[in-house]
């Protein structure tokens, strides 16, 4: 069965401090993998895509990180700011059909200045 | 481009009550997903739409939702009769072609008494 799950569910960080946020997938077959951001009241941005054969993949102080063998994924955020509390939505897409994603549930981080 | 737009962002109605959420998708996007989101299941797939046509409805939860794509730049999903546990925030994206990356809209936020 394809699951996305997400480690912590939430997440309380200093303005200033570095955090990582988890993602084990089941997907199969496996075509790529998302981090969305989504903040209050809004709809989730696209912060990246990786496929089977990228392992890293930056997006300014976001750098998601996929390893295939042990099916899991992270996303570091560096020097974190106010503007980064939102939920963090990790996706995988199981490929064929433009439909096929199965979304975590998301990780809740919360900046504190 | 004023991204994907969606009315009303809010949705108050009674049970049994006919619904209507509105989508206009990014100009030259060819596909649009219908999503709703809620703090149990997180973000499902409800519908998505190619070249106008609808691919997959598997995720629509029963006869009472509907959705329609009558030309390339708007899209309805209707609910009939409502009832309380459709409540959730319903999201349209859309993207440009094949597996690319999904822009959502605002989101309307659905209250059914």
């Known amino acids: 069965k394809n699951q996305v799950e997400q480690s912590p569910q939430s997440l309380i960080i200093l303005e200033g401090k570095n955090c990582t946020l988890q993602c084990n997938y089941t997907v199969s077959p496996f075509s790529n993998l998302r981090w969305y951001k989504q903040d209050t009241g809004r709809g989730p941005v696209s912060l990246t895509i990786m496929t089977f054969s990228e392992n890293t993949k930056s997006n300014g102080r976001y750098t998601a990180t996929l390893d295939a063998d042990t099916k899991q994924s992270s996303l570091h955020i560096t020097a974190s700011q106010l503007s980064d509390s939102a939920s963090y939505i990790c996706?995988?897409?199981?490929?064929?059909?433009?439909?096929?994603?199965?979304f975590g549930k998301g990780t809740k981080l919360s900046v504190k200045p | 481009d004023a991204g994907v737009i969606q009315s009303p962002r809010h949705e108050v109605t009674e049970m049994g009550q006919e619904v209507t959420l509105r989508c206009k998708p990014i100009?030259?996007?060819?596909?649009l997903f219908w999503y709703r989101q809620t703090m149990m299941r997180g973000l499902e797939l409800l519908i998505y739409f190619n070249n106008n046509v609808p691919i997959d409805d598997s995720g629509m939860p029963e006869d009472r939702f509907s959705a329609k794509m009558p030309n390339a730049s708007f899209s309805t999903l209707k609910i009939q009769p409502s009832e309380p546990r459709d409540s959730a925030v319903y999201f349209c994206?859309?993207?440009?072609?094949?597996?690319?990356?999904?822009?959502f809209g605002p989101g309307t936020r659905l209250l059914v008494l």
């Open positions: 100009s030259g996007h060819n596909s």
């Open positions: 996706v995988g897409d199981y490929g064929g059909s433009q439909g096929n994603l199965i």
């Open positions: 994206a859309s993207s440009r072609t094949g597996r690319e990356t999904q822009y």
